[in-house]
């Protein structure tokens, strides 16, 4: 099983959440969920590695007058990005099956 980071996990989820999306929807919704900003380079890195890896395909859309002429690159997961994700949850399912609850108490300060 091949590891994900930790923002690849949570974009890949974002983008299997969708039938199809481009960067700026993902940074919205990856700023909805966790309460934090993202900038869009750092999202367009993550997406291009991800494509690489066969996990995602992208496309251009049509050019919009909105956008002066310009065409969004739209992502959409494969069924590899499926299967990675669900590898993933289950590994962290098992992993989690096996924890124990700590007993010692943490002063916080």
């Known amino acids: 099983m091949e590891l994900l980071g930790s923002l ?15 960067g700026v929807m993902i940074a ?11 900038s869009l380079p750092a999202i367009h890195v ?12 992208s496309r251009f859309g049509k050019p919009t007058a909105q956008r002066g002429g310009k065409r969004k690159r739209l992502y959409q997961a494969t069924p590899a990005g499926y299967h990675v994700v669900r590898q ?19 002063e916080t300060v």
């Open 28 to 38: 919205q919704q990856y700023e909805s969920i966790l309460d934090k900003t993202i």
């Open 8 to 22: 690849e996990e949570i974009v890949l989820m974002i983008v299997l959440q969708q039938e199809e999306c481009h």
């Open 46 to 57: 993550v997406l291009k590695r991800m494509e690489k890896k066969g996990w995602i395909r």
């Open 88 to 106: 993933l949850q289950a590994t962290k399912a098992r992993l989690w099956a096996g924890s124990i609850q700590p007993t010692v108490k943490y």
